[in-house]
């Protein structure tokens, strides 16, 4: 089995104040954190889970927000929010983080999600999800391509996705033929 993106845990150090995630902080659609919360590491409990800049946090609970961060420290987070560390020579995580904010990854969650107050897409199902493994030099244009519009402030994941789909074709149609993985395998 690949592990393109294994589901996983930041194991390094932490600083007496540590970002403290909710997914309240995220803006639906866009990843954005709208509010960064800083805590004593001593007042972190329940269930978290840890991570830093390399991840793509993923939240499993009312997919249609289409909650999708790319986080740019190490924290902890809401177990609502799933750890995927991208192996950085297979996969781009600003690519993984396009493709579960896409259209067809969210109608595919969506539909799955069980629970009618508070839906959760269930993780067995979540890893059954097909997603494109295009080269990573691909990969990596497309998220320089996604850095620089960010920097210009231009940001919203609408206008990614002309340029995704121009470059990667429809993930599940997957027109170009690249290597398929399911996300049991990232």
Same mark, same amino acid.
């Given at each position: 089995m690949m592990?393109?993106?294994?589901?996983? *845990?930041?194991?390094?150090?932490?600083?007496?104040?540590?970002?403290?995630?909710?997914?309240?902080?995220?803006? *639906?659609?866009?990843?954005? %954190?709208?509010?960064?919360?800083?805590?004593?590491i001593?007042?972190?409990?329940?269930?978290?889970?840890?991570?830093?800049?390399?991840? %793509?946090?993923?939240?499993?609970?009312?997919?249609?927000?289409?909650?999708? %961060?790319?986080?740019?420290d190490r924290g902890f987070a809401t177990s609502e929010l799933i750890p995927l560390k991208p192996d950085i020579n297979l996969l781009n995580r600003v690519f993984l983080a396009c493709l579960l904010r896409s259209d067809q990854f969210v109608e595919y969650?969506?539909?799955?999600?069980?629970?009618?107050?508070?839906?959760?897409?269930p993780m067995k199902e979540f890893r059954n999800f097909p997603c494109i493994l295009p080269p990573i030099n691909l990969q990596n244009q497309f998220a320089a391509f996604v850095q620089q519009v960010d920097k210009s402030k231009f940001v919203c994941y609408s206008n990614f996705k002309s340029q995704f789909i121009e470059m990667f074709g429809d993930p599940l149609e997957n027109p170009f033929g690249w290597e398929q993985v399911t996300l049991k395998d990232v």
């Open positions: 592990r393109v993106a294994p589901e996983t *845990q930041y194991k390094g150090d932490f600083n007496s104040d540590v970002w403290l995630l909710n997914l309240d902080m995220i803006e *639906q659609n866009t990843g954005i %954190v709208i509010d960064k919360v800083m805590v004593s001593d007042t972190v409990k329940g269930s978290v889970f840890t991570f830093d800049k390399d991840y %793509v946090l993923y939240s499993k609970l009312r997919p249609y927000l289409n909650k999708v %961060v790319l986080p740019d969650a969506t539909k799955l999600s069980g629970g009618s107050r508070m839906p959760r897409v």
